[in-house]
């Protein structure tokens, strides 16, 4: 089945720096790949996703990269703010069960002031 | 806005017991899961539903099943709960028919004793 991987599992940036979060996913099928922010004691919100017909997407301060070839798609966070601090969660839907939704482990971001 | 609710914030059980975790949702989804949430092993797939009375094993279904006789609820039951199934519980839904969205209910903290 689907296996993604998530790196950093933790990362701190000075506010103002850029965050880069990268993922890897086994199935090369895999067509949908959204990214999921939770602030502590709340529950995970969808903050961008992508699907393997587009190469980048942009919303104002975040974009994700997708590389088809290597099974690589990225989460760039521009200009941070304090609150950006929260774990992200990078996500794959195999394209055998298009429901199905596979998460990496996480990547607690933490911005210095 | 759609709601995801679980009936128990928190839950308290002793080894041994049979669990039962509740979630509805109100926007008529089609889909809808149930993931374990552990720190550094991310949000892990137990078990998800695409229909009424349907269901597929996520990737960690032992010792754990699932029913759903309405749409609007999906339950997680715990036949025998042990120790190692101490974890946060979140039941999420997404609207089927090529939109994948989540939404996530608020979870379950279960400590089994």
């Known amino acids: 089945g689907e296996n993604v991987e998530q790196h950093p599992s933790t990362l701190s940036v000075q506010e103002g720096d850029s965050a880069v979060i990268k993922c890897t996913y086994s199935?090369?099928?895999?067509?949908?790949f959204p990214w999921y922010k939770q602030e502590l004691g709340k529950r995970p919100q969808l903050i961008i996703d992508?699907?393997?017909?587009?190469g980048e997407k942009k919303d104002q301060r975040i974009a994700v990269t997708l590389n088809k070839t290597a099974k690589h798609f990225s989460l760039h966070i521009t200009e941070t703010q304090p609150e950006d601090s929260a774990v992200y969660f990078c996500?794959?839907?195999?394209?055998?069960?298009?429901?199905?939704?596979?998460f990496g482990s996480g990547t607690r971001l933490s911005i210095r002031p | 806005d759609v709601k995801v609710t679980q009936s128990s914030r928190y839950l308290v059980k002793r080894t041994g017991e049979k669990v039962f975790l509740e979630c509805v949702q109100d926007m008529d989804h089609e889909n809808m899961f149930w993931y374990r949430q552990d720190p550094g092993l991310g949000l892990r797939l137990i078990y998800f539903?695409?229909?009424?009375?349907?269901?597929e094993k996520g990737d960690i279904p032992e010792g754990y099943s699932v029913s759903r006789e309405k749409k609007e609820r999906f339950s997680l039951i715990l036949e025998s709960a042990s120790t190692n199934q101490t974890s946060m519980y979140l039941c999420a839904s997404s609207p089927g028919g090529g939109l994948e969205k989540l939404f996530f209910g608020s979870g379950t903290q279960l400590s089994v004793l």
């Open positions: 539903s695409y229909d009424v009375k349907m269901k």
């Open positions: 992508i699907r393997s017909n587009v």
């Open positions: 199935d090369s099928a895999s067509n949908y």
């Open positions: 996500a794959a839907s195999p394209v055998s069960s298009a429901s199905k939704i596979i």
